[in-house]
C-alpha cells in the first residue's frame, strides 16, 4: 500500500508564495506517476500539475508559469513550488498517485492513491 502525506499550505496574500510537499510512504515502487490537484468549495477537483518517472511534466493553464511540480526520488517526496497566488488559487491541494498507466493526467479518476489535502488561501 501507498500512503501520501501533504503539509505547506497556509494563507498569503495575493503575490506571495508557498510550497507543497507531498510525503510517500508504503509500497513507493509500484507509483507511475504523482501529480497535485486542487479542489476550491462548490467546484470539481482540477488537475494542477504532473511528473512522470521519466520527469516528463505537464501543467493547468491556469497555474503555467507560476507553479514548478518537482521530485525527490531519495525521499520519496513531491513538491509543488506556488508563486505569484491570486485569490482564484484558493482551495484544498491534494497529492495523488497511480500505481498503473494513465491517459489523461488531469483526470482524478484515474489516481487510484490521495492524501489528506492541505489548505491553501489566498487573500486580496
Known amino acids: 500500500q501507498v500512503q501520501l502525506k501533504e503539509s505547506g499550505g497556509g494563507s498569503v496574500e495575493t503575490g506571495g508564495s508557498l510550497t507543497l510537499s507531498c510525503t510517500a510512504s508504503?509500497?513507493?515502487?509500484?507509483?507511475?506517476?504523482v501529480a497535485w490537484f486542487r479542489q476550491a468549495p462548490g467546484k470539481e477537483r482540477e488537475g494542477v500539475a504532473f511528473?512522470?518517472?521519466?520527469?516528463?511534466?505537464s501543467y493547468s493553464d491556469s497555474v503555467e508559469g507560476r507553479f514548478t511540480i518537482s521530485k525527490d526520488g531519495a525521499t520519496h517526496t513531491l513538491y509543488l513550488q506556488m508563486n505569484n497566488l491570486t485569490p482564484e488559487d484558493t482551495a484544498m491541494y491534494y497529492c495523488?498517485?497511480?500505481?498503473?498507466?494513465?491517459?489523461?493526467?488531469?483526470?482524478?479518476?484515474?489516481?487510484?492513491?490521495w492524501g489528506q489535502g492541505t489548505q491553501v488561501t489566498v487573500s486580496s
Open positions: 495523488a498517485a497511480a500505481t498503473g498507466f494513465i491517459l489523461d493526467w488531469a483526470r482524478a479518476p484515474q489516481y487510484n492513491k
Open positions: 508504503g509500497n513507493t515502487d509500484s507509483i507511475e506517476v
Open positions: 511528473i512522470d518517472e521519466s520527469e516528463r511534466r
